[in-house]
């Protein structure tokens, strides 16, 4: 390598390396300051729409009388124990009845509330589920609480 062009080269680096530091930029260039993490806002809360309130009345397909055995439907001696008649806000047992006072679920064929019943000097509230079976012309009816009846019952309609 030529002697002269290894000196100017070193010169050049020496210059670049001696001089101070490099000029502020303008005004309209300087960079905004870093901003620091600050947490959103949550947003205001929002007022919910309570749900509307189910109906507190039977769906239409559980209306009218339904028995245990055949027996509950056609008896004339009063001993039908296993007979339920429905209308449109209770449930007549044989010596109870049960009204419902707030529903949580309700379809054309199902419904699960609470019922407040009442029978033989007692009042009792159970969570009741029943589900209509029209093509069958079955009910099940199944209660839930402290001293329920265990189990579903299945229910035949009466003719």
């Given at each position: 390598m030529n002697t002269p062009a290894l000196l100017a080269c070193v010169g050049a680096l020496a210059l670049a390396a001696c001089s101070g530091p490099a000029p502020e930029p303008a005004a309209s260039e300087t960079p905004a300051p870093a901003a620091t993490a600050q947490p959103l806002p949550s947003p205001?809360?929002?007022?919910?729409a309570a749900p509307s309130p189910l109906p507190t009345t039977f769906p239409a397909a559980m209306l009218g009388r339904w028995g245990l055995?055949?027996?509950d439907c056609?008896?004339?001696r009063g001993d039908n124990k296993g007979m339920i008649t429905i209308s449109a806000n209770e449930i007549r047992f044989?010596?109870?009845v049960a009204r419902i006072t707030s529903a949580s679920e309700?379809?054309?064929d199902q419904l699960r509330a609470a019922m407040a019943f009442e029978g033989e000097g007692m009042q009792w509230n159970r969570d009741i589920a029943i589900k209509a079976w029209p093509a069958r012309d079955q009910l099940i009816l199944e209660e839930f609480g402290t001293d329920a009846v265990p189990g579903p019952r299945t229910y035949s309609r009466c003719k």
């Amino acid at each position: 390598m030529n002697t002269p062009a290894l000196l100017a080269c070193v010169g050049a680096l020496a210059l670049a390396a001696c001089s101070g530091p490099a000029p502020e930029p303008a005004a309209s260039e300087t960079p905004a300051p870093a901003a620091t993490a600050q947490p959103l806002p949550s947003p205001a809360p929002q007022p919910s729409a309570a749900p509307s309130p189910l109906p507190t009345t039977f769906p239409a397909a559980m209306l009218g009388r339904w028995g245990l055995v055949p027996g509950d439907c056609t008896s004339t001696r009063g001993d039908n124990k296993g007979m339920i008649t429905i209308s449109a806000n209770e449930i007549r047992f044989y010596e109870s009845v049960a009204r419902i006072t707030s529903a949580s679920e309700r379809t054309a064929d199902q419904l699960r509330a609470a019922m407040a019943f009442e029978g033989e000097g007692m009042q009792w509230n159970r969570d009741i589920a029943i589900k209509a079976w029209p093509a069958r012309d079955q009910l099940i009816l199944e209660e839930f609480g402290t001293d329920a009846v265990p189990g579903p019952r299945t229910y035949s309609r009466c003719k």
